[in-house]
């Protein structure tokens, strides 16, 4: 990567903070500091900016990159990647968006707890979103961390470590003067600069083939040195049974996930009604699928253009794979084309690490004030100092953040990512869909089902090849690994739901048919929704 | 439109005081920006006095109207949700375990798992489609006119709530004299 490409990507990069430093200033300009403004960014959005801004919080460099690389490296099993998380977004249409936005004010805790005991549910939902937001956190910074590095060409440690610092210092200022107004905003700019990248490199990719798609997998089989396995699944995951296993329990969790992902959650307070909670996400889902059918395009153009082995050969794990693909779309290293266009998928990257960053340091803040510190501390605080306790809790989860970027940067991001996605589907959606769901849900049941999937996911975690005993762990000298999936899905989603199960069917306390009349008609007419 | 109606009512809503409370707040506010009761002790006098909020929810639950909406989402959501998530699973199964089947050509370079694949974009686009339009033919009117009502009834038991502690206020002040100013 030579100096044209960095100082160019370096202005655009510039560029960009600039464009979001200047929306944060002027949505702030007259802020009120109320907690819906905070929060929910006074529920104005209207769907289509609000199915943007859901588009641009979901779509992660893990995606663009990641997804693309991987299926320039494996084929198929990359592809595999992109249906979950898509047709996730079902789960998230059918029995969630409407509903949430009916029930809650500002976090997931709030659908919970209106039907229960208040305080115990408010704890255990807050800290479960707090545990899904901070591992997702975490993800993304290393992947900052490590893709900037290498974008910039500088791979030293000093140079990454600077990087994670600067995004998380960033995004605090974002999300702490900016509130949800300047992160939603950040987000459109973030997934139109996005779509407009992918479509343009994907229409480049055609172009190359003369829009023959046939020819295209033909090329890709040829050059990825697979011939004809490379079209069909089984060359990441089709090993041994654990290895498969360990596959399916990543879809589970990929498909399961997205529907417990707080920052997900919060986006549906955006928007001023339930009929536009469910616009919003037919304008997401739209987005995403066309999104993740180009980076199919994208990953097969990698491998018919550039060669797997040359995306092997910059990076093993294939986040390079686009930038290189750009290169030499553009008229290969040199050219004043691939200049250009290298800069531009950079900054793209770059773009959406710091927003997808703001948007989950927003939510956790939500959940850190709203619901772990308005129940544990006074239960008669005032709203401005609600507020007030968010935006130091955005500065501490970025500091943790930050910390915790810099302490694993070596784990891999796409593990971090499923990991965060199981967590999120073992603890925050069985506990969700009974409340919305089920008649007889008790507080026990509640606070059980997001207890027994937190503390099994992330128990299966510790004990995982993932943590110790492999060489590629996190700690591989040591070896108490006894469960053999990466990902904890599999086993954790089930328990969950038992958990809730008989949490509630050994619960004394008799179910609140009142309450339960109140969440039903409330969620489906949006009857008393703020 | 929606937004439109959104930004008149959240001007309302932001100066309620009841937006100063922490607590989820149900039951306490109509939600369509009419004006929360001022008086925080919503709990308290809640079970005391007679009908409340409560019974309002019970009833409309109850309602043949709410019935059928309720239906209605039951009957679209539950087994399209058991269908896509079966298909989806099922692709997830055959893609890795059955990579002989999966790896069938179909035409040209494109097999069966890339059909599969592209199928599984498509039937998620299709079903995203006709849940929007199931939910706007089928579930948006009537359940907007349910949450009206749900809104009236909620105000009248205001309204009426308001009356009787005027009157109790009135009758306690003037030592059971003339009553002219009741409304």
């Known amino acids: 990567m030579s100096g044209d490409h960095q100082t160019l990507a370096l202005l655009l990069f510039s560029a960009f903070i600039a464009l979001t430093l200047a929306i944060t200033t002027w949505v702030s300009r007259n802020r009120r500091g109320s907690a819906e403004e905070f929060y929910a960014g006074g529920r104005l959005f209207s769907p289509m900016e609000n199915g943007f801004a859901i588009a641009g919080d979901y779509m992660s460099a893990a995606s663009f990159l990641g997804i693309s690389g991987l299926i320039a490296l494996y084929g198929y099993d990359g592809m595999l990647y992109s249906v979950g998380f898509l047709v996730a977004w079902l789960v998230v249409l059918l029995l969630v968006a409407e509903l949430v936005r009916n029930c809650g004010r500002f976090t997931l805790a709030d659908v919970v707890a209106s039907r229960m005991s208040e305080r115990p549910v408010r704890i255990a939902a807050g800290t479960s979103s707090v545990a899904v937001s901070v591992l997702y956190l975490v993800a993304q910074m290393v992947g900052a961390g490590s893709l900037v590095a290498l974008l910039l060409g500088g791979t030293s440690e000093a140079a990454r470590s600077w990087t994670v610092i600067g995004v998380g210092a960033l995004m605090v200022i974002y999300v702490s003067l900016g509130g949800m107004r300047a992160t939603t905003w950040i987000q459109i700019v973030k997934a139109v600069l996005l779509m407009a990248g992918a479509i343009a490199m994907t229409v480049l990719v055609l172009a190359r083939f003369q829009g023959d798609f046939n020819q295209l997998l033909n090329s890709a089989a040829e050059r990825s040195g697979h011939g004809k396995d490379f079209l069909s699944p089984g060359l990441k995951y089709g090993g041994n049974w654990t290895a498969r296993l360990d596959f399916i329990s990543l879809g589970l969790a990929l498909v399961l996930g997205t529907a417990g992902l707080p920052h997900i959650l ?5 928007v001023p009604t339930a009929r536009a909670a469910r616009r919003s996400v037919v304008w997401s889902i739209g987005l995403i699928g066309s999104f993740y059918l180009m980076t199919i395009v994208l990953g097969f153009g990698a491998a018919a253009v550039v060669g797997s082995d040359a995306v092997r050969a910059s990076n093993a794990a294939g986040n390079t ?7 030499s779309l553009g008229g290969g290293a040199g050219s004043t084309g691939g200049t250009v266009l290298f800069a531009v998928v950079a900054a793209v990257a770059f773009a959406t690490i710091l927003a997808v960053v703001a948007g989950i340091t927003l939510a956790s803040s939500a959940s850190v ?21 968010a935006r130091v809790a955005a500065v501490g989860v970025g500091a943790a953040a930050i910390a915790l970027g810099l302490l694993a940067r070596d784990l891999n991001v796409a593990f971090l990512v499923g990991l965060a996605f199981a967590v999120a589907a073992s603890a925050n959606l069985p506990v969700l869909l009974y409340s919305l769901f089920w008649r007889n849900f008790t507080t026990r049941g509640a606070v059980w089902s997001v207890y027994g999937g937190l503390i099994p996911a992330v128990l299966l975690v510790v004990f995982s090849p993932v943590v110790t005993g492999s060489p ?38 008799p179910p609140d048919a009142a309450k339960h009349a109140e969440t039903e008609v ?5 009857a008393g929704a703020v | 439109m929606e937004k439109q109606e959104g930004r008149d009512a959240a001007g309302v809503r932001l100066d309620d005081p009841w937006y100063d409370a922490l607590a989820s707040g149900w039951g306490e506010l109509d939600g369509t920006g009419a004006p929360a009761p001022v008086l925080p002790p919503q709990s308290v006098d809640r079970r005391s006095a007679g009908p ?18 309720r239906g209605r989402y039951r009957g679209f959501v539950v087994p399209a949700a058991l269908a896509f998530l079966t298909w989806y699973l099922a692709y997830v199964v055959a893609a890795t375990t059955a990579p002989g089947l999966m790896a069938r050509p179909v035409a040209g370079a494109v097999n069966v798992a890339m059909v599969a694949g592209l199928g599984q974009f ?11 339009r199931h939910a706007r033919v089928r579930r948006d009117r009537a359940a907007l006119d349910l949450r009206w009502a749900v809104f009236d009834q909620t105000r009248a038991q205001e309204q009426t709530k308001a009356q009787a502690e005027a009157t109790a206020r009135e009758q306690a002040g003037t030592q059971g004299m003339t009553r002219g100013n009741e409304r």
């Open chain 1, 522 to 526: 409330r969620a489906l007419t949006g």
């Open chain 1, 369 to 389: 004030a709203h619901d772990l510190y308005a129940s544990l501390k006074r239960r008669n605080s005032k709203q401005r100092s609600e507020v007030a306790v």
């Open chain 1, 266 to 270: 919060s986006r549906f307070y955006t």
């Open chain 2, 52 to 69: 409340c909020t409560a019974d309002i929810y019970l009833e409309v639950q109850r309602s043949a109207a709410f019935q059928e909406v």
């Open chain 1, 472 to 509: 590629e762990a996190l700690f591989p000298g040591v070896d108490i690994h006894v469960f053999p999936l990466q990902n904890p899905g599999l086993v954790s989603i089930p328990l969950g739901f038992l958990a809730g199960w008989i949490g509630t069917l050994t619960s004394a306390e």
């Open chain 2, 122 to 132: 498509l039937t998620t686009f299709l079903l995203t489609w006709a849940y929007a």
């Open chain 1, 321 to 327: 794979a686009v930038p290189l693909l750009s290169l």
